[in-house]
């Protein structure tokens, strides 16, 4: 099997993304396993099991985002692969926790529902997938 080193310049860690992927598809699956079982007077608002089967489906799929960037790295753009690896995990950790908190506490900061944050989330998830369509088209490497 071909090892493909990622150049030491780059700072481009595809261990890092494929452990964060990694716990965050195991997350997504105890978070999934929780929300069968929650009964609906668990939650905080009616929307709730709505808004957490959301939360688990962005969750899995980005975990396996995640881990695609570290498997796929020799095919990335080093700097941009990072860069995506970075929107997938803040993306992430900015629309799932936001969405749970909602569904189960109705959490608010001040005035305005903390589920107002997830909007953020989904952009950087947005930006994540169209910087690793570009990490792959700047790719200069070779197999």
């Known amino acids: 099997m071909k090892r493909y080193p990622v150049p030491p310049h780059s700072g481009f860690n595809p261990r890092l993304f494929l452990v964060v992927g990694s716990l965050f598809g195991a997350c997504g699956v105890m978070l999934g396993a929780i929300s069968a079982h929650l009964p609906l007077h668990a939650y905080a608002v009616p929307t709730g099991p709505t808004a957490l089967h959301n939360a688990v489906n962005m969750l899995m799929w ?27 995990t803040g993306g992430t950790l900015l629309f799932v926790v936001p969405v749970i908190l909602f569904a189960l506490k109705d959490q608010h900061i001040g005035a305005l529902s903390v589920a107002r944050i997830a909007p953020y989330g989904g952009t950087l998830l947005i930006l994540g997938w169209l910087i690793t369509a570009l990490a792959a088209i700047t790719h200069k490497g070779r197999l």
């Open 62 to 88: 980005h975990a396996l985002a995640l881990c695609g960037i570290a498997i796929g790295h020799p095919l990335l753009s080093p700097r941009l692969g990072r860069l995506a690896g970075y929107a997938f």
